[in-house]
Every structure is written in C-alpha cells, then in structure tokens.
C-alpha cells in the first residue's frame, strides 16, 4: 500500500470511530416516501401526492411498472396506476433505490466519471439482484433490487474526501485502494443512519465475505452472486476464486459453474431490469 493510500485510510478510519465523518443523507424525496411508508394507515393517494411532487421520478416509476418485467396486458399511464400496480411497499423501496442517482454527483470531472461508473456497476447488479430473486427465492424482488442499488455506497464519502485532496485524486491506484478497503465501513454506517433494515444495512460489509454461510438464503447472499456473475467473462480476480466453495450458489440453488447470462430467459430478464432501472 503506498504512503498516500495508508494516510487516507488513517484519516478516513478515524473520522468513522469519532463519529466526525460527513455522512450523505438521503435525498428528501425518498426520506418522505419513506416516512409515508412507515405510516400504517397510509393509502395509495398520500404516496401518490408525496411522489408526485417529484416529476422525474414519477415518469421512473411509471417506465419502471411498464417495462417488460412488470407490465401486463394494460398500459399504466398514471403514478397512482402505478402505485397501486406495485403496492405501497414496492414503491416505496423503488422510489428510494431511484432517488439515490441524485446523490451521485460531482463537482469535478474525475469524480464524476467515478461516481458515474459506482452507480452503473450498482444498477447492473441491482437488476441481475432482481432476477436471481424472483427466480431462485421466496424473497422480495423490490428489497433485493434496492440491496444492489446500495452495496456500494460507501464509496460516497471517499470520492467526496478525494475531491478535496488533489494528491489522492491524482493517483487513481491509492484512491481505488482507498474505496476497496474502507467503502464496505462506510456503507454500513450510513444504511444504519439511514434506519435501513438489517438485513440491507448488512449488505456493504458481507457481500464480499465470499465464505459466510449458515441460516436460509438472504439478500447478502443474493449481491454476492450477481456480483460474482456481472464479472463473468472478464479477467476480473473474483472470476479466479474458486465459485465451488462460495456457499451462496448452495443457499440459492445454482451451480457455481451456471452463466445465468447464457439462459434466454433469465438473460432477457436482466436486460429488462437493468433497462427499467436507468
């Protein structure tokens, strides 16, 4: 590890114990779908009216309930259509995971084209995430699709810290080394901040713990294989693991060797979910 990276790592590990790192705090959008979705007695017209102060992500969501994924034989041309299509809870974690491409910006180019590439790599997981639900679990596909959308937002703050110190954005090397090591802490802190559920908040820390097993299949469990998948063809180092020994092909029931992306169906339904989810 160079002396930069080690420095970064220093400061950033710091600034977690002491509680002094600057979290991002969800865009006020979705913290509002969210506190309606907490209210028992909420209906599809309040969420429609709290959405709906927001016209970017009402065409989101109505593109999302009409796409091949979701869509029946009539077309939903309406957020309240929507709404009551997807249910209040499906909405509610769509419109979250959607909302958080705001936070994804930046002031400088470099950051930016980074922020750009987490977020990509975030839906395309995200929809695979989706698929491997839906097909292989009893799970629901809307938390498995917001699980992808936020495995790696921790790597937020440290784009954030590297704008403000040139030396670390100009050495691309560090700062990769930099989000590697510490993104997982952070993205932890801020989904319990944020009062995710556990078994979301988790996610940052354990997807990459490609020897955790026991209990039933979760959403870790879920990011790990399609993470595991979306590099598959590449001469990415998790395509040189041993797959065999990664209990989570076990828990849902693929075979390590399967190329999920070589099944018609199964392809195509990852297409339409990464094409809703952009």
Not at 112 to 123: A, Q
Request: charged share 20%; glycine share 4%.
């Amino acid at each position: 590890m160079s002396k930069l990276a080690e420095k970064v790592l220093l400061d950033l590990t710091k600034a977690i114990d002491n509680d002094e790192l600057v979290l991002p705090t969800l865009p006020e959008v979705a913290l509002k779908v969210r506190e309606a979705a907490e209210d028992p007695n909420v209906g599809i017209p309040e969420m429609t009216k709290v959405i709906g102060n927001d016209a970017a992500l009402t065409a989101r969501i109505i593109k999302v309930v009409n796409s091949p994924l979701l869509r029946t034989n009539r077309e939903i041309t309406d957020l309240q259509m929507a709404i009551g299509r997807l249910g209040i809870n499906y909405t509610c974690n769509l419109a979250t995971g959607l909302a958080m491409e705001q936070m994804f910006q930046a002031t400088t180019d470099v950051v930016d084209r980074k922020m750009r590439e987490v977020w990509t790599k975030s839906t395309e997981i995200a929809g695979i995430c989706h698929v491997l639900c839906r097909h292989y679990t009893r799970l629901m596909p809307d938390q498995a699709t917001l699980a992808g959308l936020v495995h790696q937002i921790g790597v937020l703050p440290i784009l954030t810290y590297a704008e403000e110190h040139s030396e670390l954005l100009s050495d691309s090397i560090s700062l990769n080394h930099v989000i590697e090591q510490i993104h997982p802490i952070i993205g932890d802190k801020i989904l319990r901040t944020w009062e995710f559920p556990e078994m979301i908040a988790c996610i940052p820390s354990q997807y990459l713990n490609f020897s955790r097993d026991g209990g039933k299949v979760d959403y870790v469990d879920i990011v790990q294989v399609a993470t595991l998948q979306s590099h598959l063809g590449t001469p990415h180092p998790y395509t040189q693991l041993d797959w065999s020994q990664i209990p989570a092909f076990a828990k849902l029931g693929i075979k390590p060797d399967m190329d999920i992306h070589a099944d018609e169906d199964l392809s195509a339904a990852m297409d339409a979910a990464m094409t809703m989810l952009q």
